[in-house]
């Protein structure tokens, strides 16, 4: 079966790539008082990313601008998708709002910077308790006064736990509850309690919806490679068995072309360094029959004293 190159950010960016889905969430999840300032009218996706390649592995970002209290402003969202806790997540943070408002200034022209609202999704392995902040790093901090503090670097970001471990309350509209309801589940180690999650996710969608259920399903036969398709399809009715098994028969296919003209790539590498390596045998037997010697055909053509010998003993 195909494997799908960072399976977690194509499903988050398609996920909340969809302005309904952004807002529906910061409807739900923003406290009250920042939900009311924020202008969902407005809104709209940067297509920029902030995070380094090394890190896509295991961080997936989007950002939103719009007005925040009558004033420009974004909305900066990380997701964290490793299995681990990132105890230095807000070093992370501060790096990538350090960068937006470096691009405002550089790129945008800006004289000032907007206000950012930094915010973590996380469904690891296990609860993320009271994540660390700068502060938290700096030795004795608690017994500093406040001349010392306000020497720290220091700022609020919300982490939203949806591990398997959290009691985090799913709500929002049906997409937004599949997407939170599948992350949140999709380290289940019973499997027959992930199919009946993948199956209570497919029943909470409507029948529109089945392009995005096939998108969710690309997530979930990539990072649960053990599933059992047989049982997923059992659980389903016929419009979802449907679905599942034109995405696994999709993904096969696609899969199989991927390896075969991984295949011919390979062949014609090796057709090409054969090529390479005759013609530079070919030269040394040229120069044998001019008689220069083996140690300077050797050096000349980059070939094994051994090699040079090996074609000199057939010529003769």
Known sequence: MKKIHHPHDKLFRE???????????????????????VNMDIMSL???????????????????????SGQSGY??????????????????LLGYMLEIWKREREKLRRNNISFIIPLV??????????????????????????????FVPHFE?????????????????????AYLQLIKTIRE?????????????????????????????IY????????????????LDAEGREVVMSTAEQLRMEGEAKGIQKGIRKGREEGEAKGIQKATQDTARRLLTLGMEIEKIALATALPIEEVERIANETK
């Open 220 to 235: 979930i036969l990539n990072e649960r490679k053990n599933i059992s398709l047989e049982g997923l399809v059992e659980s």
């Open 75 to 92: 909305i900066y969202f990380l997701f964290e998708h490793k299995s681990f806790i990132a105890e230095d997540i807000a070093f992370q």
């Open 121 to 150: 999704l996380y469904h690891g392995e296990k609860e993320w308790h009271d994540p660390k902040k700068i502060s938290g790093w700096i030795l004795n901090y608690e017994t500093f006064t406040e001349m010392w503090k306000q």
């Open 15 to 37: 996920t909340f790539g969809d302005l309904a889905v952004t807002k529906d969430f910061l409807s739900h999840y923003l406290p009250t008082e920042l939900s009311h300032a």
């Open 157 to 177: 970001f919300m982490v939203y736990d949806f591990s398997l471990e959290s009691d985090a309350e799913i709500v929002g509209d049906a997409k937004l509850q």
């Open 189 to 217: 180690p019973n499997m027959n309690e992930l199919i009946r999650n993948i199956a209570h996710i497919w029943h909470m969608l409507e029948l529109d919806a089945a392009d995005y259920f096939k998108t969710l399903l």
């Open 46 to 68: 940067e297509k920029e990313s902030f995070i380094k390649n090394d890190l896509r592995e295991v961080q997936s970002d989007l950002l939103f601008r719009t007005e925040i």
